[in-house]
């Protein structure tokens, strides 16, 4: 159920001090404001300058000028978001955003470490990141879209205003007279989720009112469904591993059905080397498995930025750069 600004700023208890992370645009602005105003004192401003427009700087001085305003201490971080080939430059961006976060959670000089950071993301982004995953075929876990809270690299991050639509914080902005910059590739259609917003949202508002609450609803029940087959993923891959190694053991994978053993192969890749295989590649590795009835069936597949290849009796994934070596 979407909420009003003021309730979900009611319901968000985060640990303090807290960092706020600020672009300068709508959303970051206004949540920065709001939390200053809850808990002066206790909250920090954390800037990542990509580096990637023209108007990276003025985004930067905007921050400070809010900062100075607020009396809230500012934190930059410059990042290289430039992407890798295969590389999409808004997944490029967020996983430098990210990093960037992070260093800034360390603190230094200027201001004790954070644990806590606040993002602004709204049901709109909420909305659009579940229509990116189903036009990408995705699983459940893309279905499951933003979490509103999660932890990384020992930080808590919240998303407090992911019920709450990007309309009504742009109207509350302009009721307090609070201004903010707006990034020019925001509106920049070469990109999939800026046409969505400007082509398919209004669509959706003029078909489905309530499509931020039911899109929400199903994001919510897929994110359940994904941790339950993230439990059962734990146990049947704690069972197929080798003791003296941790490497999974082709007949025990080979005991598996199909999808159990598609779940278990999705997990022990991700958990353990952050890789995730498209579906060709999942499909691929699973009828070589089921094809492995001899010692000499060799394996040998591209999933992620590596490799799963049989090594014997089980299986190992390898980077070639980063272990150029393997056994």
């Known amino acids: 159920m979407t909420q009003s600004l003021g309730q979900a700023m009611r319901n968000f208890h985060p640990a303090l001090p807290l960092g706020v992370a600020l672009s300068g645009g709508a959303d970051s602005s206004a949540l920065l404001v709001l939390c200053a105003r809850r808990w002066p004192g206790q909250v920090q401003a954390l800037h990542i300058n990509h580096g990637l427009q023209q108007a990276a700087p003025i985004f930067q001085a905007h921050c400070r000028q809010l900062c100075d305003t607020l009396n ?39 201001g004790p470490s954070l644990h806590t950071i606040a993002v602004a993301q709204h049901a ?34 919240h998303r407090p205003l992911l019920e709450v639509s990007g309309s009504d914080i742009r109207d509350w902005l302009a009721l ?57 993923a734990q146990q049947d891959v704690a069972q197929v591993l080798r003791e003296r190694d941790g490497l999974p053991m082709l007949l025990s994978l080979q005991a598996l059905g199909r999808p159990r053993q598609g779940n278990a192969l999705r997990y022990w890749l991700k958990s353990g080397f952050g890789a995730i295989p498209s579906t060709a590649q999942l499909r691929e590795l699973q009828d070589q498995i089921a094809a492995c009835a001899t010692r000499g069936h060799h394996i ?28």
């Open 300 to 327: 040998h597949i591209k999933v992620g930025n590596g490799f799963v290849e049989r090594r014997g009796a089980v299986l190992a994934w390898y980077n070639p750069v980063v272990l150029p070596n393997r056994k």
């Open 176 to 232: 307090e007279q609070i201004d903010y910059v707006i990034d020019p590739t925001n509106v920049d259609e070469r990109y999939t989720r800026n046409r969505i917003r400007a082509l398919v949202m209004p669509a959706l508002q003029a078909t489905f009112p309530h499509f931020r609450d039911t899109f929400a609803r199903s994001a919510a029940h897929a994110a359940q469904a994904q941790s339950l087959l993230d439990e059962i």
């Open 124 to 157: 709109d982004d909420q909305v659009e990141t579940l229509l990116l995953a189903l036009s990408r075929g995705a699983g459940m876990a893309g279905l499951s879209a933003m979490p509103a809270r999660w932890l990384r690299g020992g930080v808590q991050f």
């Open 72 to 110: 809230v201490p500012l934190r930059v971080q410059a990042v290289n978001a430039a992407h890798q080939m295969g590389q999409s430059p808004e997944d490029a961006a967020r996983i430098a955003r990210y990093q960037g976060l992070l260093a800034l959670a360390q603190g230094d000089a200027a």
